[in-house]
Every structure is written in C-alpha cells, then in structure tokens.
C-alpha cells in the first residue's frame, strides 16, 4: 500500500515534471512579456490569443508528454494493476489541465487538443505499462 503511494506521489512528479519542462522550452524560444500580468484574465486571453501556433504546440506536447511519462512511472514502481495509477494519474492530470483551461482562456481547438493529449497519453502509457 506504502510503495504504491509512492508510485502515485512519483508518478505525479514526473508528470508535473516533464510539462514543466517542455513548457519551459516553449517560454524560452517565446518568452512572455515581463510586465505581463498574469491575473489579469483579459490581458492574458489577449497574449495567448497572439502567440504563434508552434508556441501553443509546447503545451499541447507538453500535455501529452507528462500523461505518457508520469503513469508509467507511476505504474512501474507500483504493485497494484497498471489500470489504477495508470487511471488514478490520468484523471488528475485531466482535472488540472481542465482547471487550467478554465482559468486561462484558450482557443477553443487548443482546449479540445490539450485533453485529448492527457487522454491519448494516459491511454498509451496503460498500453506500454499493461506488457510489464
């Protein structure tokens, strides 16, 4: 029970991880504005409303990347069947980034791609964890 709380705690730190990550990639090639405010929901919508297409692939990469690597990291420490952490992981990762969604307005087909990511990421890593 211990290990396999830890392999939800690791599972979720990798994920967190790597789309931090790719995000942080993303920034870097187009950094935001250093007076950008962040709160300001409008100001924001305007941003990201003018960022170009490949800068919003790096969240959408970064999304799919995170729901691959995190449960299969998850579902290899762990001693339970690879469809709960899988499946447990998944759903958080789903939660958050429709949470993000939510608090950030994007495009709508970028809405629709980035949970599609997390939910074809989840799917593949429970295809590569199901053949451990």
């Not at 799919?64 to 069947?81: D, E, S």
């Not at 958080?92 to 994007?106: G, K, M």
Request: glycine share 10%; proline share 7%; aromatic share 10%.
């Amino acid at each position: 029970m211990l290990r396999d709380i830890g392999a939800f705690v690791a599972g979720l730190a990798v994920s967190f991880g790597v789309i931090l990550g790719v995000q942080m990639i993303g920034h870097a090639i187009w950094p935001p504005p250093a007076d950008l405010d962040w709160n300001n929901t409008e100001v924001v919508q305007t941003y990201v409303s003018q960022l170009p297409f490949l800068a919003l692939l790096f969240p959408i990469a970064s999304y799919f990347l995170g729901a691959l690597a995190g449960p299969l990291v998850g579902a290899r420490i762990g001693t339970v069947k690879p469809l709960i952490l899988v499946g447990v992981i998944g759903l958080v990762l789903l939660a958050a980034t429709v949470a993000n969604l939510i608090q950030i307005p994007h495009p709508v087909w970028f809405s629709v791609l980035a949970v599609a990511a997390v939910i074809i990421g989840s799917w593949l890593a429970l295809q590569l964890a199901a053949k451990r």
